[in-house]
């Protein structure tokens, strides 16, 4: 028996030493000190023992068991360091390693060009002005000269949502809110950026959701060649030093005269597919403030005049940057977007 014992103490020595990790050590502990173990087994046998040997041998169990127990203790604190620093090999950063480059994204076009817009005009001293895209049919409409059933209200098909309240169809409305916030004194200097909406088919050239800047100066004394003047300075900032501007007699039930405003082609006049061999793009409405809608929002049209223009951003992109198609703007293709993501 004694034999046995320290055979089975040599052997289970031997698998302490030899186990790898936490598991195979458990398994060794398990295997030699667990209840169906061989230590335990011996135990059982004591009572075969004669009196004397029973002490003998009761003391040499405790002692294999205790040697047992030590070295997987020993052992496990080993391992346990072990594992512990494996972990923290893994996990250590190598901070000479060089850093990942970070995809930076770029202003869509129409933010870049309502921007442009927008500073260029701010440059001219104008503010900008905001207002909401439901609006009631009043702002959109009556106070702009189109009381209900007018003809002309057919020009913009629109989304009602009741009778008085509907989606915008021009970024005209901001202007009698803002005319009104002034209370009959001038001047009047803004322009009001934002997103529009029309019953229209979405074709290459249209939308039934896009965007329009609307422009407004009141004030004493603005004649129709303070428009002409700020058009042609803005169509030489946008397109070009070259370009020439040219007014054509037009109708807006909100402007007397109105005019629809084209840009020389880039072509120079000889005439291309983008000008329609023309040499000249159509790229706004305008017109001097109706006296009317002076009078409506609060202004005396024998002292005040004014004059007004609304353009659309994707009309203008297009031509800036000769894109062929409306709908690249809103169907988010990386490979349309990421030609325009300059970073400023
Ligand atoms: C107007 O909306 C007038 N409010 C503009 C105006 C303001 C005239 C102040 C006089 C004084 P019009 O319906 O033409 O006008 O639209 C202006 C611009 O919006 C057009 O030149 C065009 O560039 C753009 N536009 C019109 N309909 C669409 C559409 N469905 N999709 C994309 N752009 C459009």
């Given amino acids: 028996m004694e034999e046995q014992l320290k055979q089975l103490q040599a052997e289970a020595l031997e698998k302490v030493a030899a186990a790898a990790n936490l598991k195979e050590l458990n398994d060794v502990r398990v295997a030699y000190l667990g ?5 335990t087994e011996v135990l059982k046998g004591m009572g075969k023992l004669s009196a004397e040997e029973r002490p003998k041998m009761g003391a040499l169990v405790n002692v294999v068991r205790e040697d047992i127990t030590k070295a997987i203790e020993e052992k496990q604190v080993t391992l346990e360091v072990a594992a512990i620093e494996e972990q923290l090999a893994k996990e250590s950063i190598d901070v ?70 509907l989606m915008r169809t ?32 979405d074709d290459a050239t249209h939308s039934h959701q896009f965007n329009q800047i609307e ?23 946008m397109f070009g030093a070259d370009r020439e501007i040219r007014l054509r007699p037009s109708f807006f039930p909100f402007t007397e005269p109105s005019v629809e405003v084209d840009v020389s082609c880039m072509c120079g006049g000889k005439g291309c597919s983008i000008c329609k061999g023309t040499g000249w793009i159509e790229v706004l409405g305008a017109g001097m403030v109706h006296p009317n809608v002076l009078e409506m929002a609060g202004f005396d049209s024998t002292k005040y005049s004014g004059f007004a223009f609304g353009m659309g951003q994707e009309r203008i992109a297009m031509l800036k940057y000769g894109i062929d198609d409306i709908r690249h703007f809103y169907t988010n293709d990386l490979r349309f977007l990421q030609q325009f993501s300059v970073h400023e």
């Fill in 215 to 237: 422009g407004l100066v009141v004030g004493e004394n603005i004649r129709m060649s303070d428009l002409k003047g700020t058009l042609d300075a803005f169509a030489k900032k």
């Fill in 35 to 39: 209840k169906k173990g061989p230590v």
């Fill in 170 to 201: 021009h970024t005209s409305p901001v202007q009698v809110r803002t005319m009104l916030k002034h209370a009959g004194k001038g001047p009047v200097k803004i322009i009001c950026p934002g997103k529009v909406y029309r019953r229209d088919s």
């Fill in 96 to 165: 000479t390693l060089p850093g990942r480059p970070v995809k930076a994204g770029g202003h869509h076009p129409l933010t870049r060009i309502t921007e442009e817009i927008e500073d260029l005009f701010i440059g001219m001293g104008y503010t900008i002005a905001e207002g909401p895209e439901v609006e009631q049919d009043y702002y959109n409409f009556e106070a702009l000269n189109l009381p209900k059933g007018h003809p002309a209200r057919d020009m913009q098909d629109t989304f009602y949502i009741t009778s008085e309240l």
